[in-house]
């Protein structure tokens, strides 16, 4: 029930197309769900995060969907870039009013981008 | 602002040994995390420190222990090495009470490789 399922393993896009990544959890608990992008030799960052009373989530052209009936939610890259080649990973957390707590990370997609 | 620093940047050690890996958060922060990357894998929540005492353990055997310093930093130890030990260590900081929950700042990582 701790687990975060991520597809695909790896992804090829090219310059200017829509990457998507899925993610699938089984802990109602879980409300908290952030994506981290990781490039070789670096440790992850944040780069969007969810809260599942809200179905979609925008920053630039980055976008999280989120379908809490079927507890899957999904990142969209939109105009891909050759920068935006790197490894992503979703994550799910329960949030302790403020304290940060331990994330249950997904396996990871790498995702690169062609020019 | 330096951000989440570790060291040492990489290592390798003999089954059986023993390793200590340190951490300094980035300025601000008063919870670090620990997290263990495979090769190919999302990172696997070891345990968080704050106030210095553990709050938080990931399922990983006694073999691992930590501390916190009043400074905030911490440390990783790592005791009788297994082959599958190999991986990337990652420190994470974070405020004790964050707005953005789940927003873990990580630093590069130690590389760990068992012979």
């Known amino acids: 029930q701790q687990q975060v399922k991520q597809s695909p393993q790896s992804l090829i896009v090219q310059k200017g197309g829509i990457s998507i990544i899925n993610c699938a959890y089984e802990n109602t608990a879980f409300d908290y769900f952030p994506w981290y992008q990781q490039f070789p030799g670096k440790g992850p960052a944040l780069l969007i995060a969810?809260?599942?009373?809200?179905s979609e989530k925008k920053e630039g052209r980055f976008t999280i969907s989120f379908n809490k009936s079927a507890k899957q939610f999904s990142l969209h890259i939109m105009d891909s870039q050759p920068g935006d080649s790197a490894t992503y990973f979703c994550?799910?957390?329960?949030?302790?009013?403020?304290?940060?707590?331990?994330?249950?990370f997904g396996t990871g997609t790498l995702l690169a981008v062609q020019p | 602002d330096a951000g989440v620093t570790q060291s040492p940047t990489h290592l390798i050690k003999t089954r059986g040994q023993q390793v200590t890996l340190r951490c300094s958060p980035k300025?601000?922060?008063?919870?670090v995390s620990w997290y263990q990357q495979a090769l190919g894998q999302g990172p696997q929540f070891i345990f968080q420190?704050?106030?210095?005492?553990?709050?938080q353990r990931g399922n990983f055997p006694d073999r691992f222990s930590g501390h916190q310093f009043p400074n905030y930093s911490s440390e990783l130890n790592v005791n009788a090495l297994l082959l599958g030990d190999s991986a990337l260590y990652l420190c994470?900081?974070?405020?004790?009470?964050?707005?953005?929950?789940?927003?873990?700042?990580f630093g590069e990582g130690s590389r760990l490789t068992v012979l």
């Open positions: 969810i809260r599942p009373d809200v």
């Open positions: 300025s601000g922060h008063d919870t």
């Open positions: 994470a900081s974070s405020p004790r009470t964050s707005g953005r929950a789940g927003e873990l700042f």
């Open positions: 994550a799910a957390t329960i949030f302790y009013g403020g304290a940060t707590n331990k994330l249950i």
């Open positions: 420190y704050y106030e210095e005492e553990e709050r």
